[in-house]
């Protein structure tokens, strides 16, 4: 009884009832914060459209190349990713030695102040796996080998990754 008389007094105080109402206060305002999204999805959605949007930049450069190509006519593009882009961060390397073993440690390098995050050291573009070319003088063999080389050269792939075919 000595504990439920203990709980009753103190309850009947002001200034522990303002406590009380205040930790409640504090613990639905953390309930709260937890069930509001982050901003890293949009950060990844955004990435992910920037990415689209360079992938049909360079094929509309390169139509646009290969039009001006003697025989060429008009070229439709499509570029395959092998990979999408992919990001490097910075890291700190601890090694050390001793008789008998050796230990080595790599640490993220991370920075920010409320809002943390990873240093990164460099982005690295995405890989370009293959190239489809549709043009309407791609019959002719002597066209279709400078369209091949064109791209092979402007794309930096091989030849063997490249198909060139004439529209309808």
Do not use: H
């Not at 509001?36 to 646009?64: C, V």
């Amino acid at each position: 009884m000595e504990i439920t008389d203990r709980i009753k007094k103190f309850l009947r105080e002001k200034s522990s009832l303002a406590v009380t109402v205040l930790g409640i206060i504090g613990l639905l305002l953390i309930l709260v914060s937890s069930m509001i999204p982050e901003k890293s999805a949009k950060k990844e959605i955004k990435a992910e459209s920037s990415a689209i949007a360079e992938s049909e930049n360079i094929e509309k450069r390169l139509e646009n190349f290969l039009s001006e190509i003697d025989g060429v006519g008009k070229a439709k593009v499509y570029i395959s990713f092998g990979r999408s882009e992919r990001y490097v961060y910075a890291s700190e390397e601890k090694k050390s030695r001793s008789e008998n073993k050796s230990e080595e440690e790599d640490k993220i390098v991370i920075v920010g102040g409320s809002d943390r995050n990873a240093l990164i050291e460099t982005v690295e573009p995405p890989e370009i796996s293959g190239a489809v070319v549709v043009c309407t003088g791609g019959a002719s063999a002597e066209v279709t080998e400078r369209v091949y080389k064109a791209v092979s050269a402007a794309l930096g792939i091989p030849v063997s990754k490249i198909y060139v075919t004439q529209s309808k």
